[in-house]
């Protein structure tokens, strides 16, 4: 079977596949396939469809498959040689909102090639996250063409976008037809442009929604001011109570750990974060560590009376929604339990406290070590003329991670994918860098070569 391996031939037929790839990634990407959008439903059928057709057209077996009313999923499978491992290749065809189509330099789902900063993007809504995740794989089947060197299941969701909430329920409904040696999940990015990745840990998130009051009604601000607190003013001191001196989370009993030895230059750090030039970072360790293995707590929300039109009267009650992202090895069990506890053990003034939990989902570490993480290395490794993949880490959150490793405890999880720092996943000009796009098809390409090598699991 080595004779797959041949990376100057892989390299010749990716090139010969890649114009009709990039055609297809155009016609995907002017499905406007937004899950978050009811309206739009039907746009995320018929780019179910048209992925399902896509992969019929490579000669697997297809099926749209959807559960508890979920979005529609695509499951494809093609057999390779007897006894060599089955690959399952992840991506989702829902994209984000396209949000104000002003903010955009080309109207969001027409795919249009300008340059960029780092080289040739091809900017529109899911041009990267994630419908080049699925041409990815859709390249890698089509360079094989009938000589694949592993069994392939491809896998497709259509709601990750909105959380995933009927992936559990497909993956128990579809367990056997889903079953493989190693996942490949094309979901997250590389370090940067020229430098691959491997995604090897990825934070938890926890979001709450809290309250505090302090009256049963609201009153006067002189006749009561001094006397009793109001709730703005209650729920502030609470907010404040969260993050010590230094800007760390002052949640006990969250878990922290080290991260990678990576160096997050300060520049491209401004120039990423969109910070203001006179604001300070927060928090201690290095950039990495506060960004990917310690917790982070942030204020997303706030329900209190408008400035305009404010009158003089103590506002009875507050809520403001917290999202805490966790560290992975933290549980989101136990980061309910200590947020509720501080919340309680701060609160001022005999106020009463409410605390709803609107959502929540496990962080990830993955144990990357093992044959299949070796050939994903030493396919990244080649792709990218001798970069060496990184691993790295995400601060967000790819919950439905954890649900695969829970469903597939003795699959290798390798989640790799398309993005650079540049990206702008779910912001306006969303663009795919074009030449890293055929590294990342290049690079799954002799992935699943190595792993034929490789072999099958022993254990």
Do not use: C
Request: overall charge negative.
């Amino acid at each position: 079977m080595s004779h797959h391996a041949d990376t100057t031939d892989l390299r010749a037929r990716v090139a010969d596949v890649l114009p009709g790839l990039r055609s297809d990634l155009e016609d995907l990407v002017r499905i406007e396939s937004v899950s978050a959008d009811p309206a739009r439903a039907d746009e995320v059928r018929r780019s179910a469809e048209a992925v399902r057709a896509l992969l019929a057209a490579e000669g697997m077996d297809t099926e749209v498959v959807s559960i508890d009313g979920g979005a529609p999923a695509v499951i494809g499978h093609k057999a390779g040689p007897e006894g060599a491992p089955t690959v399952l290749l992840y991506a989702h065809h829902d994209v984000q909102p396209e949000n104000d189509h002003a903010d955009w330099d080309s109207p969001p789902f027409e795919p249009t090639e300008r340059d960029s900063p780092s080289g040739r993007r091809l900017f529109a809504r899911g041009a990267a996250d994630d419908k080049a995740g699925i041409v990815a794989h859709l390249g890698a089947l089509r360079v094989f063409g009938d000589d694949l060197p592993v069994s392939v299941t491809v896998f497709v969701e259509g709601e990750e976008e909105v959380g995933s909430e009927s992936l559990p329920a497909l993956l128990a409904a579809h367990q056997e037809r889903l079953r493989a040696d190693v996942i490949v999940i094309a979901d997250s990015g590389n370090w940067d442009v020229g430098v691959p990745a491997l995604t090897t840990s990825l934070r938890g998130l926890v979001r709450a929604d809290v309250e505090v009051r302090t009256l049963t009604h609201a009153v006067h601000s002189g006749m009561w001011g001094g006397l009793v607190p109001d709730a703005l003013m209650t729920l502030s001191r609470l907010i404040s109570t969260l993050h010590d001196d230094a800007g760390d989370v002052a949640v006990a009993g969250l878990h922290a750990g080290p991260a990678a030895d990576v160096d997050y230059p300060e520049e491209r750090l401004r120039a990423e974060s969109g910070a203001a030039a006179g604001t300070r970072w927060i928090g201690s360790g290095s950039a990495v560590e506060r960004l990917w293995t310690k917790p982070s707590l942030s204020i997303v929300g706030l329900d209190a009376p408008k400035v305009e039109g404010a009158s003089n009267t103590l506002v009875p009650a507050a809520r403001a929604r917290i999202s805490l992202r966790i560290a992975p090895g933290d549980t989101t069990e136990n980061a309910v339990a200590r947020l509720s506890e501080h919340l309680e053990q701060h609160v001022a003034w005999g106020a009463e406290l409410s605390v709803r939990i609107t959502d929540t989902g496990e962080a990830t570490q993955i144990d990357a070590t093992g044959p299949a993480y070796d050939a994903a290395r030493a396919a990244f490794a080649e792709a990218w003329d001798g970069t060496e993949p990184i691993d790295m880490g995400v601060g967000g959150s790819i919950p439905f991670i954890a649900e695969f490793l829970e469903a597939f405890p003795r699959a290798s999880v390798l989640v790799t994918g398309v993005e650079d720092p540049d990206t702008r996943a779910h912001g306006a000009n969303e663009g795919l860098h074009l030449a890293e796009f055929e590294r990342v098809v290049l690079a799954e390409t002799l992935l699943l070569a190595r792993l034929a090598e490789a072999g099958r699991p022993t254990s």
